[in-house]
């Protein structure tokens, strides 16, 4: 049985030996990081890909008088950075939003693992193809998109990633980010995400209380984000029961 809920575990090409030698990866070295801390800084030389076994983070860029913008989110069972052999220094951060328990993986062993068997490699071209689909998304959004189209995306996005390793129990999910990181995601103020999220509730789309999101028209707040799942590419991956 695996024990852990990678995302490239959903890739239709992977078959169950090369879920176990994943799995058996992830086992060799883990590190928790307590929130609002970094798991890698801007400028230092990246050591490691990172699975993301527990918790929630982000990639993000932070100006010298503190405005910061998120760049992604990386959500449980994410990996990221795994061509790690051609960058010198990192670009931006990655920071931990919640308490994050990771899973540090050498490049040259994930490398081998990929070179020795090629449904491993098929599934990181995969991921790595989600997640280059997932910025340009956010990109379109902050040019094109409305406030409220772009918070009812992140909703969208975030139940359909959660959902994909098993982590959302019906339309429910877990939703830990606060008004102001849903902020630093969107470009717009923590003022105007209130209202937002107002907006939403009162139509009977969401529920958001604590740090748990529940999704009461799913439809209704696909049709209101302009979204389609297709920059997340799920056509590769083994079907999800909801």
Do not use: K
Request: net charge neutral; glycine share 6%.
């Amino acid at each position: 049985m695996l024990r852990y809920r990678s995302r490239l575990f959903a890739y239709s090409g992977l078959d169950a030996a090369d879920r176990a030698r994943i799995d058996a990866l992830l086992d060799q070295r883990q590190r928790n990081i307590a929130p609002r801390r970094d798991v890698v800084s801007e400028g230092e030389v990246p050591r490691f890909v990172h699975f993301v076994l527990d918790g929630w983070g982000c990639r993000y860029r932070q100006m010298p008088d503190g405005r910061r913008q998120l760049l992604s989110l990386l959500l449980p069972g994410d990996l990221f950075d795994s061509n790690l052999q051609v960058v010198a220094r990192m670009d931006h951060a990655v920071g931990a939003i919640t308490a994050m328990t990771v899973a540090e993986v050498p490049p040259d062993a994930l490398s081998a693992l990929a070179e020795a068997h090629v449904g491993i490699a098929q599934a990181l071209w995969w991921n790595d193809h989600v997640a280059f689909g997932t910025h340009r998304e956010w990109i379109a959004s902050l040019g094109l998109r409305s406030a409220r189209e772009r918070i009812a995306l992140l909703f969208c996005e975030v139940y359909f990633r959660l959902r994909l390793v098993g982590r959302c129990p019906a339309l429910t999910c877990e939703f830990p980010l606060t008004q102001a990181d849903l902020a630093e995601a969107t470009g717009l103020t923590p003022v105007h995400v209130n209202r937002m999220v107002q907006e939403l509730r009162r139509e009977r789309l969401i529920e958001w209380a604590g740090r748990s999101l529940t999704i009461l028209d799913l439809d209704r707040l696909c049709q209101v984000a302009s979204f389609t799942p297709g920059y997340l590419h799920l056509d590769r991956t083994v079907p999800v029961a909801v």
